[in-house]
C-alpha cells in the first residue's frame, strides 16, 4: 500500500515580530513542526501530542488580544497571516541577538524556581503571560 505525499501550500506569518514566508508547506503539518523543522525555533515542546500538557503552547496575537493555541494539534496553516509568539520571543535582546533582559514572566519563573523538569515550561510561560494580559484588560473585581 502506498502513501501518496502530503499536498504543499504556501504559508506565510509572523513570529516574534519576524515576517516568514511563503513558505512551501504539507497541508497536514502542525504548527510545531513547521517552528521546529522549517524555522529552527525549538523552544516550543512536544509533550503529550494531544495538547493537554501544554508545553506546545503559542501566543496569539490579535485584535481579541493574546491568546494561547496549542500549536501540536493546529495545522500550521491555521496561522496563516497571524502574529504569533514563541518563548524565544519574550526576552529583549540587543542588535545582535544576544539575550539582555528577561520578560518579568520569565524572571519571576527563575527567581521563584517555578519548574520542575523544565520541559514544559515555555508553554507555561506562555500561557503566564496570556493571563496577565487578560487580568490588565480586564481585573478581577
Same mark, same amino acid.
Given at each position: 500500500?502506498?502513501?501518496?505525499?502530503?499536498?504543499?501550500?504556501?504559508?506565510?506569518?509572523?513570529?516574534?515580530g519576524?515576517?516568514h514566508?511563503?513558505?512551501?508547506?504539507?497541508?497536514?503539518?502542525m504548527?510545531?513542526?513547521?517552528?521546529?523543522? +522549517?524555522?529552527?525555533?525549538?523552544?516550543? $515542546?512536544?509533550?503529550? #501530542?494531544?495538547?493537554?500538557?501544554? &508545553?506546545?503552547?503559542v *501566543? %496569539?496575537?490579535?485584535?481579541?488580544?493574546?491568546?494561547?493555541?496549542?500549536?501540536?494539534?493546529?495545522?500550521?496553516? +491555521?496561522?496563516?497571516?497571524?502574529?504569533? $509568539?514563541?518563548?524565544? #520571543?519574550?526576552?529583549?535582546?540587543? &542588535?545582535?541577538?544576544? *539575550? %539582555?533582559?528577561?520578560?518579568?514572566?520569565?524572571?519571576?519563573?527563575?527567581?521563584?524556581?517555578?519548574?520542575?523538569?523544565?520541559?514544559?515550561?515555555?508553554?507555561?510561560?506562555?500561557?503566564?503571560?496570556?493571563?496577565?494580559?487578560?487580568?490588565?484588560?480586564?481585573?478581577?473585581?
Amino acid at each position: 500500500m502506498s502513501t501518496l505525499p502530503a499536498r504543499l501550500r504556501p504559508l506565510s506569518l509572523q513570529i516574534n515580530g519576524v515576517s516568514h514566508g511563503p513558505i512551501e508547506v504539507p497541508e497536514d503539518m502542525m504548527l510545531l513542526d513547521v517552528l521546529h523543522e +522549517y524555522l529552527g525555533l525549538t523552544g516550543t $515542546r512536544l509533550g503529550c #501530542g494531544q495538547g493537554v500538557w501544554r &508545553a506546545c503552547t503559542v *501566543i %496569539v496575537d490579535d485584535e481579541r488580544g493574546p491568546r494561547e493555541v496549542r500549536s501540536c494539534i493546529t495545522g500550521a496553516h +491555521y496561522f496563516a497571516g497571524k502574529r504569533i $509568539r514563541t518563548v524565544e #520571543g519574550h526576552a529583549r535582546r540587543d &542588535a545582535a541577538g544576544t *539575550i %539582555v533582559e528577561l520578560s518579568p514572566v520569565q524572571q519571576a519563573f527563575l527567581d521563584h524556581f517555578s519548574f520542575q523538569c523544565g520541559y514544559c515550561t515555555p508553554g507555561f510561560v506562555n500561557a503566564a503571560t496570556v493571563l496577565l494580559a487578560r487580568l490588565r484588560k480586564s481585573p478581577i473585581q
